[in-house]
């Protein structure tokens, strides 16, 4: 029983001289052991703080090589290809810098597709038929005046210019906005479909809900404190005011001289209310987002 654990305890030791001797071997000597690991781990941190910069500096940002891709896609007119791109950034980094730009191109592409009375994707063309009013037919193809002006490249707007046999091209018009006040944005979205984003210039919106939802009321034009109708001439060169079915809720254009009591509400630019009128109908929803 002695012999055994003589031998045992000499295994023992050859395995602790050993394990001394390589570390000996490996960081110089055992009294070094604690700083050359210390040593060790430094050059770790420095190399994966260089790699760090390195990534920084190639601006490998959140979707940053997807939208190179995308504007390659561009540059090379392979339209189709360079918006699933830009969709798939502004699905999966919508926070992300490159998102906002996607956003804005996006947008844009959306815009010139819609409003092309060209292109008849999303619309149809309507036979004027006997008693036909503007009314009739915005109603019917639910669309609105601004829309149904641009796309059929009407010179008037009032009933005297509708004749039996003429053709309209109509876009019915599903939309809804999403005013996110965080954000100072205004989306418009066609169901799950991203349409166009809007820069809110001003807010003047007091509510204790953290989301409100409403509909597009009215759209009329104003000038010198007067509301105009749609079909109205004096329309045509008038703001654009669109009231919600919250009639203490407006979007309209941005006046830097604009009374407190005409301001309440949600203010974009001259040129964006232009737009929206093309694109939103009373009906749509609308979503308040804080």
Not at 3 to 20: C, D, F, N, P
Not at 189 to 216: D, H, M, P, Q
Request: proline content about 3%; glycine content about 6%; aromatic content about 6%.
């Amino acid at each position: 029983m002695l012999i055994i654990k003589a031998i045992t305890m000499l295994l023992v030791l050859g395995v602790i001289g050993s394990t001394i001797y390589l570390i000996k071997d490996y960081t110089g000597s055992v009294e070094d052991l604690p700083g050359a690991m210390m040593e060790r781990q430094r050059m770790v941190e420095q190399k994966l703080k260089v790699k760090t910069e390195h990534v920084q500096d190639s601006g490998n940002k959140p979707g940053e090589k997807a939208f190179q891709r995308a504007k390659e896609l561009l540059a090379e007119e392979s339209m189709q290809e360079a918006e699933e791109k830009m969709k798939y950034i502004v699905s999966f980094y919508p926070s992300a810098e490159c998102a906002t730009q996607c956003r804005r191109i996006l947008g844009e592409i959306n815009l010139d597709r819609l409003l092309d009375p060209a292109k008849l994707e999303g619309k149809k063309v309507v036979t004027v038929r006997s008693g036909d009013t503007f009314s009739r037919i915005i109603a019917e193809n639910k669309t609105t005046m601004d829309s149904l002006v641009h796309l059929s490249e009407l010179k008037r707007s009032d009933h005297r210019s509708l004749h039996p046999g003429d053709k309209l091209v109509v876009m019915p018009m599903e939309m809804r906005a999403v005013i996110d006040l965080r954000r100072n944005t205004l989306t418009i979205w066609n169901g799950g479909e991203f349409i166009k984003e809007y820069t809110l210039l001003k807010v003047s919106y007091k509510s204790r809900s953290a989301t409100k939802r409403c509909e597009i009321g009215l759209i009329r034009g104003e000038h010198d404190g007067k509301l105009y109708l749609n079909h109205a001439e004096e329309y045509r060169s008038s703001n654009k005011v669109i009231i919600l079915s919250d009639k203490s809720l407006a979007i309209r254009s941005f006046s830097s001289d604009s009374e407190d009591d005409q301001s309440l509400g949600f203010m974009l630019s001259h040129a964006d209310m232009e737009e929206l009128p093309l694109l939103l109908r009373p009906g749509n929803d609308v979503e308040i987002k804080q």
